[in-house]
């Protein structure tokens, strides 16, 4: 480093220059960077990012700005181990104290986005903002720039992720208590696997027509699981564009916890597919299906109630909640198979003619209402929110931001991991290696002698999730509605409720309000909030109905099991 000492860096004094970058200007240094900071606009609930601070100029005029903003705060990050040693020697105590701000060498953007939980709170901000006090971004300015956008990114699905528990919250734990009543229906998705055995993940997209028929071309008399050299897995959309071409697949994915995707199983009723559901989907959805069930869960939240089913030993095995069902089933392939795994219908886009592939639900009724006066060209594709992109074939096609958005996750997640492939076609560019329809049908063609797993159940295991003991599931329904009764005397005086007692009780049954708009996510519960405790007491007889309704059907079901 070819600097003068760091006390000697004023008016005047030499530049600072490190591998060729001027990194502190030679000419009054921390002037330029009061300059940076006068110009900036103070917002509430803003995290300033400041990359590369080295002496800490001009974070003094940041802090005083910011003083009447109690809701902002300045992350100092830097890469380079020696200006991080120069940052602590030399920046005042009285700035590295103050609460509002933190300087961390932590380059990695997921333990950085942990930083800022663990130091300022989960939704703390609402948005991110880039300050350059310095000229030592320049050292490293892609990985700079990757950590603000992976905490602008983090940010948004935060507050997304809070609006969506906001809102299905409720419905996530009534029906994951539901489907706890019906658990001895299901095996761990532990217990599946597919050996070596290359996988087909399909998603409803328009390209998986493509697919299918090459399918049916390639494997003549294979549409069943038994014939197959390889598995199938798909999500529950694409059930019925399955079934009208008689491929059975070897898993259904199913994720929905509304039940907007009832018509996915029309004409499914009974048939012999195995399905690997949500503990939180759609009731209804996950008895559809005639062939073994396979239980998972995707947490919602942190919950207490969580740390009480496992527990009881009914330890499900947990998927990372990704938002889309297609995004879903490509990680449980990955899971249950040490083969290649091969996206279709995975697209993230649509053309003029089709939403979703022939034979879904969404284009069925499509074809239904179309007349002299209703076309079938998609609607979506002239949405104010829709916008023209280029697939990975080069074909016009279009997208949405909400398909974008998952695209991205589907990046972050996926694109690194070297046993997936992409099949050409209208959908958007997944950041795998693209394989031609002839390639990938080859691929599938392979045969593994370690290929076949243990993917078939006998049908006289029924309860894999005994092994708590045959009373456990009642028991923790009963203790359940005991706390639930509790916590509602304590609130409505039929009790004595001191201040510790009924503190532990509401953290307890957190299931109650953690879906409430000004605390989800985990915000500790303030008992000096009268409206928080109305609200609670408003969900309590709800679920007690909910659970005593599950409780019956649970030792209805093991009645007739016995």
């Given at each position: ?154 940010i948004a699905a935060d507050w997304s992720n ?336 001191d201040e510790f007692g009924l503190s532990l ?58």
């Amino acid at each position: 480093m070819a600097a003068r000492e760091p006390w000697n860096l004023k008016s005047g004094s030499a530049a600072l220059v490190k591998n060729g970058k001027t990194i502190l200007s030679g000419i009054d240094p921390a002037g330029r960077a009061e300059k940076v900071v006068d110009s900036i606009s103070i917002r509430a609930r803003t995290l300033y990012f400041c990359p590369s601070v080295l002496f800490g100029y001009g974070l003094s005029r940041l802090l005083s700005r910011l003083e009447g903003v109690s809701s902002s705060a300045v992350l100092c990050v830097e890469s380079d181990p020696e200006m991080f040693e120069l940052s602590k020697k030399n920046i005042d105590p009285s700035i590295t104290d103050n609460i509002k701000l933190h300087i961390t060498d932590v380059c990695n953007a997921d333990m950085l986005a942990d930083v800022v939980r663990d130091k300022w709170g989960a939704r703390a901000f609402r948005r991110i903002e880039a300050v350059r006090l310095t000229g030592g971004w320049q050292l490293s300015p892609d990985l700079y720039d990757s950590l603000y956008d992976s905490l602008r990114r983090g940010i948004a699905a935060d507050w997304s992720n809070a609006l969506t528990l906001t809102k299905l919250g409720r419905l996530y734990i009534r029906n994951a208590l539901r489907n706890l009543a019906g658990l001895s229906r299901f095996f761990p998705l532990s217990d599946l696997s597919f050996g070596a055995a290359n996988v087909l993940v399909l998603g409803a997209g328009p390209s998986l027509d493509e697919t299918l028929d090459a399918l049916l071309r390639h494997f003549p008399g294979m549409s069943g699981s038994d014939e197959r050299p390889f598995r199938i897995v798909c999500v529950d959309t694409c059930l019925g564009a399955l079934k009208e071409r008689g491929i059975t697949p070897d898993l259904a994915v199913i994720l929905e916890s509304q039940h907007w995707n009832l018509p996915d199983f029309f004409g499914c009723k009974g048939w012999k597919v195995k399905a690997a559901a949500d503990l939180s989907c759609f009731p209804a959805s996950a008895r559809t299906l005639g062939g073994a069930g396979y239980l998972f869960m995707t947490p919602w939240t942190t919950l207490n109630i969580f740390n009480r089913l496992r527990e009881k030993g009914f330890l499900l095995v947990i998927v990372q909640p990704l938002g889309s069902v297609g995004l879903t089933a490509l990680d449980i392939a990955r899971r249950i198979s040490q083969g290649c795994v091969i996206c279709a219908g995975l697209d993230f886009s649509f053309t003029a003619d089709k939403y979703h592939c022939k034979g879904a639900p969404g284009h069925l009724s499509r074809l239904n209402r179309q007349s002299r006066f209703r076309g079938i060209l998609s609607t979506e594709a002239y949405n104010s929110h829709s916008f023209s992109a280029s697939s990975k074939s080069g074909i016009p096609v279009y997208s949405s931001p909400v398909m974008r958005h998952y695209l991205d996750i589907f990046k972050q997640e996926f694109q690194s991991d070297p046993r997936l492939y992409d099949i050409e076609g209208t959908g958007l560019s997944l950041g795998l290696k693209t394989l031609t329809m002839s390639e990938a049908m080859s691929v599938l063609r392979k045969n593994d002698a370690r290929a076949t797993g243990n993917d078939k159940q006998p049908e006289n295991e029924r309860n894999r999730f005994s092994r708590g003991g045959k009373n456990e599931l009642a028991s923790f329904y009963k203790e359940e509605i005991s706390r639930l009764v509790k916590l509602r005397d304590m609130l409505t005086g039929g009790i004595d409720a001191d201040e510790f007692g009924l503190s532990l009780l509401v953290d307890e049954c957190d299931y109650l309000w953690a879906h409430f708009p000004d605390y989800t996510g985990g915000r500790p519960s303030d008992l000096s909030d009268v409206s928080f405790l109305k609200r609670i007491r408003a969900e309590i007889d709800p679920m007690i109905r909910l659970l005593e309704n599950s409780l019956k059907t649970a030792e209805d079901r093991q009645y007739d099991q016995n």
